[in-house]
């Protein structure tokens, strides 16, 4: 299992970035996928969530201007982020829970300026 995250960057607060997660070795159709996030001296925590059957959970902190979607044909999964916030920054990663086994793509940085 590979998985590709990319779509991080430096943007102003207010801005709007889409990170994006390819997979390789995994069907995203059958899974529940994950994108989290890792500010500097904090834990790796939740952002969003969406299931096999497309059921999405969000963190409170972003509901209302972040969306998890999939896209089955490409195999892909996507967050967008929108309103963001100096809060915002740090390392995203995506992530797939398989027989009780994390897999972890490379983490994409994206860093809000005030």
């Known amino acids: 299992v590979q998985l590709q995250a990319s779509g991080g960057g430096l943007v102003q607060a207010g801005g709007s970035l889409r990170l994006s997660c390819a997979a390789s070795g995994v069907i995203f159709r059958l899974r529940s996928v994950g994108w989290y996030r890792q500010a500097p001296g904090k834990q790796r925590d939740l952002v969003a969530r969406?299931?096999?059957?497309?059921?999405?959970t969000y963190a409170d902190s972003v509901k209302g201007r972040f969306a998890i979607s999939k896209d089955n044909a490409e195999n892909t999964v996507y967050l967008q982020m929108n309103s963001l916030k100096p809060e915002d920054t740090a390392v995203y990663y995506c992530?797939?829970?398989?027989?009780?086994?994390?897999?972890w793509g490379q983490g994409t940085q994206v860093t809000v300026s005030s």
């Open positions: 992530n797939v829970p398989i027989n009780s086994r994390d897999f």
């Open positions: 969406i299931t096999s059957g497309g059921a999405t």
